[in-house]
């Protein structure tokens, strides 16, 4: 099977970047031919590259939404498509996804959109959210499938009138680790926490520094870059702790960081369904999150962690102080999350599940 994946963002490796690439590795060992199409050069295409996985760049590929650029990232994905000449493609985040169901459209090509969290979720500031939400609604029905990586985003899905059918969830996955780089949650002074994400929009390093301050016997440590570090950096002076967090910048050895942690935490203002998330389950670490979009859906509350309310300090705060001053708890939570990452979040089951999809969308697409 020839699968064409086309993803927007190659400055950084975050969730989607990450989905694609583990796809793209196990297709590859599997014998299928793949090939990759995102925006300018980065960290990611870096990535690819060191893997040994073709792709193609396409500068004019952007966030933002600009009609000369988007018509020439259309008519050189056409370009692409023609001459690769791919049995399936599969398209990620919202700006590729769109001009790529139009591409396989034009070229008549099936075609799958993984939503990795809509664009048009709450917290998505205006008024990119309502143009979104219009634009998804346009190009659905060019979708042969689409894949959601929650049930939350699947909800959205209809809640907007688009078909039920059309929609599948498939729940992220990642690859198992060894067993030395699982997390040993009850050591103490200090107590690690740990959050893994870009200091950008999308993220909450605000609520979080505010539930931090004033929690003794602990230390935050802060994995990412983004345009919004230097704020974040300025806020831990203002709130007197930036002795007490470490800023570790972009790094690529996350398991072995996690392995250091005692407690993880992701404090958002939207997301899908979070990697980093699965991360820290694998890892063995109890989790607290935000509970907007599908990120709750990872964990049983009380259980293997805790979901708290967008922006909410108090609460936060609370749970923070609850898993820092009690090491039982801690412990008990990070193993009830392994196996919970070992039962429903493991990397095979969303490849067998995901593959699964391509056979029938392509195997319907022939029969027509």
Not at 182 to 195: E, G, H, L, Y
Not at 247 to 276: C, H, M, V
Request: charged share 20%; net charge positive; glycine share 6%.
């Amino acid at each position: 099977m020839k699968i064409l994946f086309i993803i927007t963002r190659a400055d950084t490796v975050g969730g989607a970047q990450v989905h694609v690439r583990d796809l793209a590795i196990n297709l590859i060992k599997s014998h299928h031919n793949v090939l990759i199409v995102t925006g300018q050069k980065g960290l990611y295409t870096n990535n690819l590259e060191e893997i040994g996985i073709n792709f193609i760049t396409c500068p004019s590929l952007q966030r933002s939404i600009n009609p000369l650029k988007d018509l020439k990232t259309l008519q050189k994905l056409i370009k692409i498509i023609k001459k690769f000449q791919p049995d399936l493609i599969s398209t990620h985040s919202s700006k590729a996804g769109i001009l790529g169901r139009l591409a396989a459209k034009i070229t008549n090509k099936p075609c799958i959109f993984t939503a990795h969290g809509w664009a048009f979720v709450a917290g998505v500031p205006q008024p990119n959210r309502s143009l979104y939400a219009i634009l998804e609604k346009i190009v659905e029905p060019l979708t042969n499938k689409i894949i959601c990586v929650s049930e939350n985003d699947r909800s959205l899905g209809i809640k907007v009138q688009m078909s039920p059918d059309r929609l599948i969830r498939i729940y992220n996955g990642m690859p198992e680790i060894s067993t030395d780089l699982i997390a040993k949650t009850t050591i103490n002074n200090p107590v690690s926490i740990v959050m893994i994400a870009r200091f950008d929009q999308q993220k909450d390093h605000t609520t979080l520094l505010k539930a931090f301050q004033n929690i003794p016997d602990a230390q935050l440590n802060l994995v990412g870059d983004g345009p919004n570090l230097e704020n974040v950096k300025e806020l831990a002076i203002n709130l007197d702790i930036i002795d007490k967090i470490n800023f570790l910048g972009y790094r690529t050895d996350i398991p072995e960081i996690l392995a250091k942690a005692q407690i993880f935490t992701l404090i958002s203002n939207w997301e899908g369904f979070p990697r980093t998330t699965i991360e820290a389950m694998r890892a063995g670490l109890p989790v607290i999150v935000s509970d907007v979009g599908g990120a709750s859906e990872a964990i049983i509350e009380g259980f293997t962690g805790y979901p708290v309310p967008r922006g909410d300090v108090i609460t936060l705060h609370k749970r923070l102080s609850e898993l820092v001053s009690n090491t039982q708890l801690r412990q008990k939570m990070g193993e009830q999350a392994r196996i919970r990452y070992l039962k429903e979040f493991t990397f095979d089951k969303m490849f067998d599940q995901t593959f699964d999809v391509y056979q029938k969308v392509l195997g319907n697409y022939n029969k027509q």
